[in-house]
């Protein structure tokens, strides 16, 4: 049995995190035989985070045989292979790595290939662990969320993971998740599933207006002059949290400001149609008594 | 004569400003005498950053006259007042950071009784330069692209700073700026009027996406769990921009996530609606081909 190494965290919170880092100790985890299907994104930042807390990956397995070499040799993995089927036995861990669109064909590869001692996990936000049923298998969910890429690794120390399974499953992927992360929460299908959501809240929309914002900019002028601004405001949200972050015209109900801005956005229907809304959102009323047709510059 | 130190820095881009820090070297600009008008959330953060920079804060005036002491000691003016017309003469520079309402009734209090010799700046993002006419003085804009709190001071180098004005104004407020922050652009008014539009996208907009995301986690989880996704986003944004930095179901044409979100936010129609605008903004013509009313989980 070797050691794997793992944060003694016992905090859940992120500055807990960084304050527990220098409690950092060796605790006992059994090594683990550990298999990956599929060679995206996520492997290339997860393998080597679960090789320096002391997993040990045996296997890589990925529909495009040549990536699948690619990232063996990168990561000194011993064994491949194209298919689901082709896995080695007596695994401790089967994590699956693929789109979410893939999981429910991958699993029925395993169907009834897998012992009741190894745990079947997949890192999806969005697919219910009732996704996994059927292999033989314990079966669990290690969802890390963060971005990845594979022009770079993407560490991840204090990346929250969201964990599910049954109890066989959760007793290996707990000391796991601390050990690659250290910051965890239990979470169920219905749960992460919300989470999900709102991550789309939280960053693909958010980036859609930056995108607009861009558009909206003074000619030949870089969108990297907002760099210190939205960096402020991010610092700002996560420190006092969004609703204590809001600032602007709408907020503060300044109506000449709005109906200026709504002109200058007069030949751009959807986007003054938007600007409305949200600002609407910011502060219910905000238009009220205004003319919804009629006031200057509106569509 | 005193001196004032500046960067040596030539080059506009934000890069270009931390590799000319090394190049930092003392550069010959008249010492100022400088009065402020308004002792707000800017006035917190550009007063010790004016002193550091060489100039030489002689007055500070506020309506509010305890707000004023306080800050007048904070930073060691020996002059105050209550109203613009208590003016000390042979200023250098007066700069208002009245709120935007207030920069009119300023003005108008000042009709007449300013040098020529003296340069008048406001600090508004959206208050054209013409607001600043009839004083007698040199007029000019000097705008930091940034978020200020009197909670603590924010630092200005690095910060975009926006100048506009007559020739003798900005032979004043270009070298200041580069004092002060090392990186600054000229820019008109109608040019100002559309980046403090943008800026309401880039920040204010965002906020509120960041608002409704907190509104529908799970139960009981810390907005702050986004922190390391949400960072990660930012960074990639102004590294590869807004453009190439969009992710997520929209993006992917991915329906079937697209429809459960829809579905979870069946009971709360305006949230599905705006769902429903971003993501065809996010990718034109995404819900083509699907019926309108009475796909599942439609409002």
Chains 1, 2 share one sequence.
């Not at 050691?3 to 960084?18: D, I, Y």
């Not at 990168?74 to 064994?79: E, R, S």
């Not at 080695?88 to 064909?105: F, H, K, Q, R």
């Not at 229907?269 to 006031?295: C, H, M």
Request: glycine share 8%.
């Amino acid at each position: 049995m070797a050691k794997m190494r793992a944060f003694s965290e016992s905090s859940n919170t992120f500055r807990g995190l960084f304050a527990a880092k220098s409690l950092m100790k060796t605790v006992e985890i059994p090594s683990l035989r550990v298999a990956l299907i599929g060679a995206g994104k996520l492997a290339w930042s997860l393998i080597p985070a679960l090789q320096e807390a002391g997993a040990e990956i045996v296997q890589l397995i990925s529909r495009d045989a040549a990536r699948g070499q690619h990232d063996r040799e990168a990561y000194g993995i011993p064994v491949g292979g194209t298919r689901p089927a082709e896995l080695l036995p007596d695994l401790d861990l089967v994590l699956l790595t693929v789109s979410d669109a893939s999981i429910p064909e991958v699993v029925g590869q395993l169907a009834g290939r897998l012992s009741p001692a190894t745990v079947l996990a997949h890192c999806s936000g969005s697919v219910p662990l009732s996704a996994l049923s059927g292999t033989g298998a314990q079966s669990g969910v290690f969802y890390p969320l963060q971005l990845f890429t594979r022009a770079a690794r993407t560490p991840l120390q204090g990346v929250p993971f969201f964990l599910e399974g049954n109890p066989g499953a959760l007793e290996l992927l707990q000391p796991l998740a601390t050990a690659v992360s250290g910051r965890w929460y239990p979470l169920d299908s219905a749960g992460r599933r919300q989470l999900h959501l709102a991550a789309v809240w939280a960053c693909n929309f958010p980036n859609l207006l930056f995108r607009l914002a861009e558009s909206l900019m003074p000619a030949g002028m870089d969108f990297r002059v907002y760099e210190p601004l939205v960096r402020q405001h991010i610092d700002k949200v996560f420190r006092e949290l969004p609703a204590a972050s809001q600032t602007g015209p709408a907020l503060r109900g300044d109506l000449p400001t709005l109906q200026a801005h709504l002109q200058m956005l007069a030949d751009q229907p959807a986007l003054a149609e938007l600007y409305r809304t949200l600002s609407d959102l910011i502060r219910p009323g905000v238009w009220e008594g205004q003319t919804k047709k009629g006031s200057p510059g509106e569509p």
